[in-house]
């Protein structure tokens, strides 16, 4: 039987070990999924046992995906820019490191990507950095406005990310949502603002800068409808929350695991019955 197993802290409400098990057992594959909650002072000790033992792949989540970096041999491409890893296989004595949250951000934009050129992203923490290295790649992107609480960290992420041919971006803090004049195609939230536990409020009225045809896009999937969605959704406009990129950056993981995509009655079973988890 193959290994495979998350680390992160706390890992209690994590969905992966159902995902990738359901995953495994629709492909009638001899592979298991665990947890492994791993508490910060003894990250160091844990991950080098980790590598030792039969584990040949694990996802890597809050708050370690980037003091993960330093254990793995060989990184992809997209991890280095990002800065982050979210999956790591081992290749024959070797550890390698992916990140595919950004890939699972952009699956459900894809039927809406001919029409975004325009987007507000809100936030510049770990989540946003994914978001924004998947927002580069939007063929008809052209305008990022990216509006962080702390303005500096906005910068910085930006700073990260050049050059950006002939794509315009624009930082700011919050204080210049409250007066902005534009409207977007798409509007993305990375911040922990509305999340189940954290402040449930909003960060800005989706209406103020939206027209009829604007995607609202929430990466947080607890609550499934954030104040934020609700709002969108009150007004007539797209949404989109976290889940489908939670099992899209699962499936992609697996890929790089097993090479093959999850089975289609998967991706059913997940649609269908995360939700009633969740809320
Ligand atoms: P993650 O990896 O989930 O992105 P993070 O790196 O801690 O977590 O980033 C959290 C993001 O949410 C940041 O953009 C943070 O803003 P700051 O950079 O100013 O801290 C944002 N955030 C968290 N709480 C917030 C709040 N109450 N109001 C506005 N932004 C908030």
């Known amino acids: 039987?193959?290994?495979?197993?998350?680390?992160?802290?706390?890992?209690?409400?994590?969905?992966?070990?159902?995902?990738?098990?359901?995953?495994?057992?629709?492909?009638?594959?001899d592979a298991h999924y665990e947890k492994i909650e791993i508490a910060p002072e003894e990250?160091?000790?844990?991950?080098?046992?980790?590598?030792?033992?039969?584990?040949?792949?694990?996802?890597i989540t809050i708050p370690y995906k980037e003091r993960i970096i330093p254990f793995v041999d060989q990184l992809s491409a997209e991890a280095v820019k990002i800065g982050a890893l979210n999956t790591v296989k081992k290749v024959g004595d070797q550890w390698h490191g992916f990140n595919t949250d950004w890939i699972g951000f952009l699956r459900p934009l894809e039927?809406?990507?001919?029409?975004?050129?325009?987007?507000?992203?809100l936030g510049a923490g770990g989540a946003a950095r994914g978001v924004f290295f998947a927002l580069l790649r939007l063929?008809?992107?052209?305008?990022?406005?990216?509006?962080?609480?702390?303005?500096?960290?906005?910068?910085?992420?930006?700073?990260?990310?050049?050059?950006?041919?002939?794509?315009?971006?624009?930082?700011?803090g919050f204080e210049y949502l409250l007066n902005m004049n534009e409207r977007f195609d798409l509007i993305v939230n990375t911040t922990s603002v509305g999340m189940s536990?954290?402040?449930?409020?909003?960060?800005?009225?989706?209406?103020?800068?939206?027209?009829?045809?604007?995607?609202?896009?929430?990466?947080?999937?607890?609550?499934?409808?954030?104040?934020?969605?609700?709002?969108?959704?009150?007004r007539g406009l797209t949404t989109i929350n976290g889940?489908?990129?939670?099992?899209?950056?699962?499936?992609?993981?697996?890929?790089?695991?097993?090479?093959?995509?999850?089975?289609?009655k998967t991706r059913t079973y997940l649609?269908?019955?995360l939700p009633g988890l969740i809320e």
């Open 111 to 121: 039927k809406f990507s001919s029409s975004i050129k325009r987007c507000l992203l």
């Open 271 to 273: 649609f269908d019955e």
């Open 43 to 59: 990250f160091e000790r844990e991950v080098e046992r980790l590598k030792n033992s039969d584990i040949v792949g694990f996802n």
């Open 197 to 234: 536990g954290h402040n449930q409020t909003i960060l800005l009225e989706p209406e103020r800068v939206a027209h009829s045809k604007t995607v609202v896009y929430d990466l947080i999937y607890n609550p499934l409808k954030t104040i934020l969605l609700k709002r969108a959704e009150e």
């Open 139 to 172: 063929p008809e992107l052209q305008h990022i406005v990216i509006s962080n609480r702390t303005r500096r960290r906005a910068e910085e992420l930006v700073n990260q990310f050049r050059p950006f041919g002939q794509k315009t971006i624009y930082v700011s």
């Open 1 to 29: 039987m193959q290994r495979f197993a998350i680390i992160g802290h706390p890992l209690k409400h994590s969905f992966s070990p159902l995902i990738h098990n359901r995953a495994f057992a629709d492909l009638n594959m």
């Open 243 to 264: 889940l489908p990129m939670l099992i899209y950056q699962a499936e992609e993981a697996f890929k790089i695991w097993t090479g093959r995509g999850f089975a289609e």
